[in-house]
């Protein structure tokens, strides 16, 4: 049996929900491969619960499986050899079923049921407002296809809408909760094996490594045998349509073109004609738009940058997709050396930012250290960028940090330079300022007597 990693907040939420002294209804949602039936399954294996996955075949069919499944929960088998019955008449069934517990129902692809009958939800939020609302029930919509959940579960023309008690928006784990699918990898170990699979569980669970990472890339990628191969091709096959558009944003984003002005031209497209497509690529949690952290209205600014939001898809479109004859021919060898030629400088030392602001995030909201910030990100402007910017209205704090993924140890010269970029950053004009360091070798002895004197300059040896 597969081990259950991490959740909690997800999980507590939903006992909470369970705990109401009335109907509730949630909905939760997100990417394929992100763990959504996993949760579910977690959540009902102590509560009585019908679990209902729903299928693209016609809805009488559905209708077919939904009963079998009330008829196995109740160990009633009567209620399968019905016929003719419809989705009010199995509600019904249940609404009758004296229980003491709140009674869990879950419609995982929700979506499915909606493609075959596109009534359905407003069938359900019919049957919600007549059996069940005022019943002891919890109804879980559970769905992959983002946009049809939008449309008819979340959207304010969706017709369940104001019906939810609550949602889930599963995203992908972080490096520490990611970290648990290999317990015996050191961190500098994890931090490759994060930059190439990320934090989506389903492709943490397919990639095994044993030692060599260039080997588990061989043998968990590289290989066209092997699940992940063409894993990103099937994904967007089954969110989106025009899927060669898809591909050619996210392979420019990817090769290193982050304004919306250089994804437009290396695709030799109008600027106007890609914001359906990256807003869509938002929306599944596989690109993020940023915009320097001083900015006062992110949605409207002009200094926007987009970025692969999901390590395993920013790899391949890197290091897999563009040799992918080299990968048909099984010349693996030189696909090989170009990965390794390349990875820490174009990937790792990347991601290792990403991870680093995580970290910083981790310290300052388990208080080890004495800052208060409201949000992180990074900055820039036309001539100087800085890795790390932390802002805390409240005590007007501002954290400047620089992460070095390097052999060489940082040197006080590091902690200088960031100091000069940070005169550029004024936030508050009576701003308390911090300066934080992230090193994967350490820190030359002089930069460490320098920190022991300074009162506001912490220093991080990570991994």
């Known amino acids: 049996m597969k081990k259950f990693i991490n959740r909690k907040q997800e999980l507590d939420f939903l006992e909470k929900q369970y705990q109401e002294q009335k109907s509730s209804l949630v909905v939760i949602y997100g990417r394929r491969r992100i763990g959504k039936t996993a949760l579910i399954k977690k959540f009902i294996e102590d509560k009585p619960a019908i679990y209902f996955l729903g299928?693209?075949?016609?809805?009488?069919?559905?209708?077919?499986?939904?009963?079998?499944?009330?008829?196995?929960?109740?160990?009633?088998?009567?209620?399968?050899?019905?016929?003719?019955?419809?989705?009010?008449?199995?509600?019904?069934?249940?609404?009758?079923?004296?229980?003491?517990?709140?009674?869990?129902?879950?419609?995982?692809?929700?979506?499915?049921?909606?493609?075959?009958?596109?009534?359905?939800?407003?069938?359900?939020?019919r049957i919600w407002d007549e059996k069940l609302k005022s019943g002891n029930f919890m109804l879980i919509l559970c769905g992959s296809l983002i946009s049809m959940m939008q449309e008819y579960a979340l959207s304010y023309s969706s017709p369940l809408y104001g019906r939810r008690t609550g949602q889930i928006k599963l995203k992908q784990f972080s490096f520490k909760e990611a970290k648990e699918f290999f317990p015996d990898a050191s961190d500098d170990e994890f931090i490759w094996i994060y930059s190439v699979v990320g934090g989506v569980p389903k492709y943490l669970e397919m990639f095994k490594y044993e030692g060599d990472i260039y080997k588990a890339i061989e043998e968990n990628i590289l290989s066209r045998q092997s699940f992940l191969y063409e894993e990103p091709l099937f994904l967007l096959e089954k969110e989106v349509h025009e899927i060669g558009s898809y591909f050619s944003i996210i392979k420019s984003i990817a090769l290193?073109?982050?304004?919306?002005?250089q994804i437009a031209q290396s695709l030799s497209?109008?600027?106007?004609?890609?914001?359906?497509?990256?807003?869509?690529?938002?929306?599944?949690?596989?690109?993020?738009?940023?915009?320097?952290?001083?900015?006062?209205?992110?949605?409207?600014?002009?200094?926007?940058?987009?970025?692969?939001?999901?390590?395993?898809?920013?790899?391949?479109?890197?290091?897999?997709?563009p040799y992918r004859e080299q990968l048909e021919l099984d010349n693996i060898e030189y696909v090989i050396e170009?990965?390794?030629?390349?990875?820490?400088?174009?990937?790792?030392?990347?991601?290792?930012?990403?991870?680093?602001?995580?970290?910083?995030?981790?310290?300052?909201?388990?208080?080890?250290?004495?800052?208060?910030?409201?949000?992180?990100?990074?900055?820039?402007?036309?001539?100087?960028?800085?890795?790390?910017?932390?802002?805390?209205?409240?005590?007007?704090h501002v954290v400047?940090?620089?992460?070095?993924?390097?052999?060489?140890?940082?040197?006080?010269?590091?902690?200088?330079?960031?100091?000069?970029?940070?005169?550029?950053?004024?936030?508050?004009?009576?701003?308390?300022?911090?300066?934080?360091?992230?090193?994967?070798?350490?820190?030359?002895?002089?930069?460490?007597?320098?920190?022991?004197?300074?009162?506001?300059?912490?220093?991080?040896?990570?991994?």
Request: contains cysteine; charged residues 30%; hydrophobic residues 40%.
């Open 55 to 125: 299928s693209e075949e016609v809805e009488s069919q559905n209708i077919e499986y939904f009963k079998r499944a009330v008829s196995s929960f109740l160990k009633n088998p009567l209620i399968e050899k019905l016929s003719g019955i419809s989705w009010d008449d199995i509600f019904d069934i249940l609404v009758k079923t004296k229980s003491d517990k709140k009674m869990v129902i879950v419609f995982d692809e929700f979506q499915n049921l909606c493609k075959t009958n596109p009534a359905f939800a407003s069938i359900l939020q």
């Open 256 to 261: 290193g073109n982050h304004k919306l002005s």
């Open 269 to 321: 497209v109008p600027q106007t004609k890609l914001t359906k497509y990256l807003n869509t690529l938002i929306e599944l949690d596989i690109i993020r738009r940023e915009v320097p952290i001083t900015e006062e209205y992110p949605e409207k600014s002009k200094r926007g940058l987009y970025f692969i939001n999901d390590n395993f898809i920013n790899f391949w479109f890197k290091f897999v997709y």
């Open 338 to 396: 170009n990965i390794r030629s390349k990875i820490v400088a174009s990937h790792i030392s990347y991601v290792y930012e990403e991870v680093c602001k995580q970290i910083l995030s981790d310290l300052i909201r388990s208080k080890k250290m004495d800052v208060h910030v409201d949000k992180i990100g990074k900055w820039w402007d036309g001539k100087s960028e800085i890795d790390i910017v932390g802002i805390g209205r409240s005590m007007r």
């Open 400 to 463: 400047f940090g620089e992460c070095k993924y390097s052999q060489n140890m940082a040197d006080i010269d590091v902690f200088f330079d960031l100091k000069k970029k940070a005169e550029n950053v004024k936030v508050f004009p009576d701003q308390k300022e911090f300066y934080v360091l992230f090193s994967r070798a350490g820190f030359s002895e002089r930069l460490l007597e320098y920190a022991e004197e300074a009162k506001n300059l912490f220093l991080i040896k990570f991994p």
